[in-house]
């Protein structure tokens, strides 16, 4: 793994901090991390060179903020050296923006979790700053798929399938808005339009990943505060104790690596990788073997065509 390139979104805490110093330990020889804000940035990079051991001119710093399409331009414009792997994990469940519109017409969640993270991608694929056969990995959730102990649907998108999928991109299509299956959806929509870019960049390898239920993350800061009671109590210990359904962080950062070509798994392009089927822990497995959504190309052909919609 040496004279890896690697850049992580979201990456001054939870997951994508551990990606980043357990990057360095696999091999990688630069860490981007891209974040929001310097300060927490600047805090991340200098506890990630006490708990490596590495100079800190192994890590940079890169401003991004996946609200906003222009800072995403920016971003990706500031990037100077090629790339050997990105992996997309800004984003959440945006319990406090509730019905927000994005300046580019999508929902904030939305445009958070996929659209900043597509144009960014663009204009790096454009810029040519991915090396041949260097891996781009989008985080999704075992809500793409539906959980019913947690109250997730599994979304099911409707024919004709482009402007359903506009209508979930903008939120129009729930009459009140439902923070936490929006994401199921948010999600599920994203994995289908990552699919299509793969199949666009055969030089790449693109996929989604889901680090499953995850004890530890950061996942759950932007949600309510009983919701994130109930949410770390469901993980932490109906899932930890009576499912067995759980598991450590390092597992859920093991999972963004092996996605992103770091580690011993093959992960083929193009694909979703989750849990096995009604599972959230567990060896990591091609969901359209399970979920009809996933492997179906009308969909993913949609998913492309409607998301680079709001990419304008």
Known sequence: MAAKTILVTG????????TCRRAVKRGASKVILACRNRQR???AVDKLVILTGKPKSTFEILIIDTSSLKICR???????EPLDAAILNA????FKIGGD???CGAHNQFTINVIGHAVFVDELIKKNMFNKGAHITFISSFAARGFPLFGLKEPKLKKPYVEDMKKHITGAAYEKFDALNYYGYTKAIGCLYFSKLAELNPDLVI???SPGATRGTSGANEMSLFTRIWFHFAIDFVLRFFTGDSHALKVGTERYLDAAGMGPLNVPTGKFYASPKNKTSGKICDQGEFYSTFADQ???DAAYEAVQSFMK
């Open 298 to 300: 009308e969909q993913i």
């Open 11 to 18: 990456a001054n805490s939870g997951l994508g901090f551990d």
């Open 41 to 43: 940035a600047e805090a």
């Open 207 to 209: 996929n989604s990943v």
């Open 91 to 94: 984003g959440g469940s945006m």
């Open 101 to 103: 519109i994005n300046n």
């Open 74 to 80: 920016e971003a990706a414009a500031n990037v100077t």
